[in-house]
């Protein structure tokens, strides 16, 4: 009975969903409400000092606001996994986005330390909804070989999300005070989540090419997972020191290296745009590029440019010279370089019909064990020693990631070429 209510309450949406149009206009609306929940989280970022000085907190409490939003963030997302495998993904998709978007534009009453603190829980939960379960929403726009660019373009919106949240707090919260760069931030996601009301759903699993083995179709199976479980652990690794670096790089450069903090949110800012941009669309290239040589290309890439980056990461902190921000845009580079291959490998390692309940573990695992704990670790650090000590621990999770993702490399499943010109012919509706 539900999915017959589910036709009928698409049957207006029956001829877009034919034509080739169709899988690209879905994708770019699932991106610009990406990009939105970046900035949104990234905002932050680039005002943290003018909210230390009006709150008077330490830096301990500045990167526990990240840390609870991404513990409510993690908690919640196992929650929707399992709704996204039974439910309508388009209708959750929405719900999140009018729901973060509503929670941010509150921020318009937000007095207190405290109250910042809940603000950030809120919004946790909602964007815990969106980023669940939209990737399980392109996945199947497009079949298995072509993952790695779609995902690239896809993942986009977490670099220039990123950038335009730098640039954005820092410019209209200099001029405007802090609060004012989260409506800008926030409101525009009303008007995306009712476009994605509109949009018909794609078949779950249309272009997967491998069965469904308990391995692949259970939550049970997850844990006996090897191509899962080595992809989630080492993007847990890349995510602490992704994660660490975002928060308190616009912060660094104000405070360790003379900026001020409009030109440090510029300078950062302009860095992970263009850095991000260029390194997402390579990195789903390269994978996808290499899948026909090697079945562990996605595992490869990720690994390559994480151990590539950590003698760059070293230089980039540490020196105070000319080679500091050439070092600060080759490591972004190289750090986001893996975004989109990890991911495809993510999706590519579950079967269709658990791969939400899959990425909830997979965020999960990655935020618990990655970004919801280093902004406060370097945070605390830095209350008692410096921000450039605090950054070590980035440094040691990105080797641990490289080591992980090379040993994933044998377990990563075969992939299919044989649905490329399906996927051209037009996405069939649930």
């Not at 230390?52 to 196992?78: C, K």
Request: net charge positive; with cysteine; hydrophobic share 50%.
């Amino acid at each position: 009975m539900r999915h017959v209510k589910e036709k009928r309450s698409d049957i207006f949406a029956f001829q877009v969903s034919s034509t080739r149009l169709y899988p690209r206009t879905a994708l770019a609306v699932l991106t610009a409400l990406n990009l939105l929940n970046y900035i949104d989280r990234s905002v932050l970022n680039a005002v943290q000092p003018l909210i230390q000085n009006e709150f008077h907190v330490t830096d301990e409490q500045i990167g526990r606001l990240t840390t609870v939003f991404l513990i409510f963030y993690t908690l919640a997302a196992p929650l929707m996994g399992p709704l996204a495998d039974r439910y309508s993904r388009r209708r959750l998709i929405a719900i999140g986005a009018f729901a973060w978007s509503a929670v941010t534009l509150l921020t318009a009453v937000t007095h207190s330390y405290q109250s910042l603190l809940m603000r950030h829980t809120l919004v946790g939960v909602g964007e815990a909804s969106f980023v669940t379960i939209s990737p399980t929403f392109v996945a199947d726009l497009f079949p298995e070989s072509k993952r790695g660019r779609v995902l690239g373009v896809f993942y986009l919106a977490i670099p220039v999300g990123f950038a335009l949240g730098y640039l954005i707090g820092g410019y209209f919260g200099t001029r405007y005070g802090w609060r004012a760069p989260f409506y800008v931030a926030g409101a525009p996601g009303f008007l995306l989540g009712a476009i994605m009301l509109f949009m018909p759903e794609p078949e779950r699993g249309q272009f997967d090419s491998l069965q469904e083995t308990p391995a692949r179709a259970s939550l049970r199976g997850l844990i006996r997972n090897p191509a899962f479980l080595c992809a989630t652990l080492g993007m847990s690794m890349m995510v602490f020191a992704q994660g660490g670096l975002l928060v308190w790089m616009p912060t660094f450069l104000a405070r360790m290296r003379g900026y001020d903090l409009l030109h440090a949110n510029q300078v950062f800012g302009l860095i992970v745009a263009v850095d991000g941009t260029l390194a997402a669309l390579a990195g789903g290239w390269l994978g996808d590029y290499l899948l026909r040589r090697t079945r562990g290309a996605y595992y490869l890439v990720s690994a390559a440019s994480m151990a590539l980056g950590i003698p760059v990461m070293a230089v980039a902190l540490f020196s105070r010279g000319p080679a500091m921000v050439p070092g600060i845009a080759l490591a972004a580079f190289l750090l986001l370089l893996n975004t989109a291959p990890l991911n495809a490998a993510v999706i590519n390692s579950v079967g269709a019909h658990i791969r939400a309940t899959a990425i909830a573990v997979n965020l999960f695992a990655i935020h618990f064990l990655g970004d919801a704990f280093s902004p406060w670790l370097i945070g605390k650090v830095s209350d008692s020693s410096s921000l450039e000590v605090g950054f070590v621990s980035t440094i040691v999770a990105t080797a641990i990631s490289a080591a992980i993702l090379f040993y994933g490399m044998k377990f990563a499943p075969p992939v299919s070429f044989a649905q490329t010109g399906k996927a051209l012919a037009g996405v069939p509706v649930e």
